[in-house]
């Protein structure tokens, strides 16, 4: 394996790609979203837009049918045939503005399913807490026009990033774990559903088995689906793709690749890394470093923080770093 900076986007975080190999890149810390291309087949971007600017926490990026769209805290928005008009994309309609304008987990990833719908997750927000509301918390799904929103999954404290099984087309998601029980509790997670209506314990329950000090004592930790598995704690597990190309070793086939942000305030820095966990008939059998080297475990320096991943065409695999400000591309090659 080998890694190369493909293209520098400033704090590079959620990435989309159209059939035609244009990449759309969010921000979070950032008001833009940017369109990138490699027009000369070098594998390097040659060509950037500034899509849009002056936005609330753009960092959702989806795109279908030749239209992007664009999650802000509370709004999304529809550029409509945006690869002819990369150059001045004018003003999108806004398909949705009734989202919770919280900014405390208020950023968004955004995803089309299998389905054709727009799945949109809406965090927790707070530390912990029982939302008022049951909008929170949760993962809804929309029509591409806005139209139909619906609650998929529910106790979800802050999910940054999901993908579908390539065959089965259960989204896996994963789940930032609650913050100030200490530098080893709880776990972050891997989740998976493969129905509407699941609920996986936030307030109540982490990891599966571990009982909130505060709202644990509400609920049964039996009651909800438990973690296809338990991440490092504090981790920040964001980005994942199933690996489905054909340039890496058959080995990775249909596994997992997950971008792990890295903990803010454990005394030992978490995370920092792309991890691999593979699965056997629907299980997780494995879950190990792919690739590290963010950070100096030595001097506890981290010089970048990986956000999302995504596969080109030729199997390769762009991964986003909103530390660095740049997006890498892995290749491997036998």
């Not at 719908?117 to 807490?129: M, R, S």
């Not at 994963?174 to 493969?194: F, I, W, Y």
């Not at 080995?251 to 691999?276: C, D, P, T």
Request: charged share 25%; aromatic share 12%.
């Amino acid at each position: 394996f080998s890694i190369s900076v493909y293209a520098e986007v400033e704090n590079a975080r959620s990435m989309a790609i159209s059939p035609n190999g244009t990449i759309f890149v969010g921000n979070r810390d950032e008001d833009k979203v940017y369109a990138i291309k490699d027009t000369d087949g070098d594998f390097k971007a040659d060509k950037k837009w500034v899509i849009a600017s002056g936005l609330n926490m753009p960092n959702g990026v989806a795109f279908k049918d030749g239209n992007l769209y664009v999650a802000e805290v509370s709004r999304i928005h529809k550029f409509a045939g945006i690869e002819s008009k990369l150059d001045a994309p004018g003003k999108s309609e806004i398909i949705y503005d009734k989202l919770p304008t919280e900014t405390h987990h208020g950023w968004k990833y955004i995803a089309f399913g299998p389905d054709g719908k727009l799945y949109v997750p809406i965090g927790a927000p707070c530390n912990i807490c029982e939302s008022k509301a049951p909008i929170y918390a949760s993962i809804h799904r929309m029509n591409a026009d806005g139209s139909g929103l619906e609650l998929f999954a529910s106790g979800i404290r802050n999910t940054v990033g999901f993908t579908w099984h390539p065959d089965t087309k259960d989204l896996w998601f994963t789940d930032n774990g609650r913050d100030m029980l200490g530098d080893d509790v709880p776990p972050c997670e891997l989740n998976s559903a493969s129905k509407i209506g699941m609920h996986f314990g936030y307030p109540y329950c982490h990891g599966g088995s571990i009982k909130d000090p505060e709202f644990g004592s509400k609920r049964s930790c039996d009651e909800f689906t438990k973690p296809m598995q338990n991440l490092g704690a504090h981790v920040a597990p964001l980005g994942l793709k199933f690996y489905t190309g054909k340039m890496f070793p058959n080995e990775y086939k249909n596994q997992i690749i997950l971008a792990e942000h890295g903990s803010w305030n454990r005394k030992m820095k978490s995370g920092y890394k792309l991890s691999l966990v593979k699965i056997v008939n629907g299980k997780v059998v494995s879950y190990e470093p792919f690739a590290t080297g963010w950070l100096d475990e030595a001097t506890q320096k981290a010089w970048g923080r990986p956000v999302d991943v995504l596969l080109l065409p030729d199997g390769s695999m762009l991964v986003s770093d909103d530390q660095a400000n740049v997006i890498y591309r892995i290749t491997y090659q036998g």
